[in-house]
Nanobody
């Protein structure tokens, strides 16, 4: 299972770093993705990292969010800079097992999300 943490309340323009920690097994050789779900909206893709690590981002977060991983700690991070009110959502991480990186149906081991709230 993966567990996301590090969310909180921040003003627009601020920064947060989310962590996604694995427990019970190692995911070091699996791609991991971050998704988010805002109130009243469907869950959407945010960022993806392979074991190499290659990274891919949603257009809405390019240049502001950075995904990284520390295999020694079995943890994936999401550094969030220049945050905007529209980034407000519950953020989830999960292991990418199959299919397109942006399709949540190919992910498994979803944990509880972490709330990010950006005030204007």
């Amino acid at each position: 299972q993966l567990q996301a943490s590090g969310g909180g309340l921040v003003q627009a323009g601020g920064s947060l770093r989310l962590s996604c920690a694995a427990s019970g097994r190692s995911f070091n050789y699996f791609p991991v993705g971050w998704f988010r779900q805002a109130p009243g909206k469907e869950r959407e893709f945010v960022a993806w990292i392979s074991w190499r690590p290659d990274q891919t981002y949603a257009d809405s977060v390019k240049g502001r969010l950075t995904i990284s991983r520390d295999n020694a700690k079995n943890t994936v991070y999401l550094q969030m800079n220049s945050l905007k009110p529209e980034d407000t959502a519950v953020y989830y991480c999960a292991v990418h097992e199959r299919g397109s990186y942006y399709d949540e149906r190919g992910y498994n081991y979803w944990g509880q999300g972490t709330q990010v709230t950006v005030s204007s």
